[in-house]
């Protein structure tokens, strides 16, 4: 059974710095590419961050230069390193992939960042 994991998030001041984790079970992440995702309160969810199993990354407009995916294949995680924080990072981060056709995801983290 394929379950993901995240955690990291907190309150963080503008400026600050946070670092997502997201743990996979049931399926060997570095066979996978993941997708971080974010929502904010009365917001769709977008699509912040992208790793391919080769590890090449994508970014949203919004975080490149300031976010920065990585995998750790031995610990069967990825991260989302998030510095300079602005208060419109707020929201829940969610971790994806994709499993035989379907999409699994994390329950989420929160990330709230104060002015």
């Known amino acids: 059974q394929v379950q993901l994991v995240e955690s990291g998030g907190g309150l963080v001041q503008a400026g600050g710095s946070l670092r997502l984790s997201c743990v996979a079970s049931?399926?060997?992440?570095?066979?996978?590419?993941v997708d971080w995702y974010r929502q904010a309160p009365g917001n769709q969810r977008e699509l912040v961050a992208s790793?391919?199993?080769?590890?090449?990354?994508n970014y949203a407009d919004s975080v490149k230069g300031r976010f920065t995916i990585s995998r750790d294949n031995a610990k069967n995680t990825v991260y989302l390193q998030m510095n300079s924080l602005k208060p419109e990072d707020t929201g829940v981060y969610y971790c994806?992939?994709?499993?035989?056709?379907?999409?699994?995801w994390g329950q989420g983290t929160q990330v709230t960042v104060s002015s």
């Open positions: 994806k992939t994709v499993h035989y056709y379907t999409n699994y």
């Open positions: 049931g399926i060997i992440f570095s066979s996978y590419g």
């Open positions: 790793i391919s199993i080769s590890g090449s990354t």
